[in-house]
Nanobody
Framework: QVQHVESGGGLVQAGGSLRLSCAAS????????MGWFRQAPGKEREFVAR????????AYADSVKGRFTISRDNAKNTVYLQMNSLKPEDTAVYYC????????????????WGQGTQVTVSS
């Protein structure tokens, strides 16, 4: 019933910017907090950012604070991740998902993962 489609990834040089989008299906998008995760080759999927239902409260991994901004437009069923000052270590596949447990920011607290979008940052 719920589908998430990520887009906006690409190849950029260090210091550049990208804006990722996650389009959600259904009419209950605004009922759920949403998160962005990323997974680099050979590594486990890790938390990047989270936004509450109303879009008024956000949380970020220490590695992206001050550089990434999560936002949402509930009228468009879309969550965004603005990524500035990109670093090579940001290279990964980025995924969005619905949060099912407000106390758990690990992958176990989210479901309905999208297919991911590749972000590659060259040095």
């Amino acid at each position: 019933q719920v589908q998430h489609v990520e887009s906006g990834g690409g190849l950029v040089q260090a210091g550049g910017s990208l804006r990722l989008s996650c389009a959600a299906s259904g009419r209950t998008f605004s009922n759920y907090a949403m998160g962005w995760f990323r997974q680099a080759p050979g590594k486990e999927r890790e938390f990047v950012a989270r936004i509450n239902r109303a879009g008024s409260i956000t949380a970020y991994a220490d590695s992206v604070k001050g550089r990434f901004t999560i936002s949402r437009d509930n009228a468009k069923n879309t969550v965004y991740l603005q990524m500035n000052s990109l670093k090579p270590e940001d290279t990964a596949v980025y995924y969005c998902a619905r949060q099912t447990s407000s106390s758990d920011y690990s992958i176990k607290g989210f479901n309905y993962w999208g297919q991911g979008t590749q972000v590659t940052v060259s040095s």
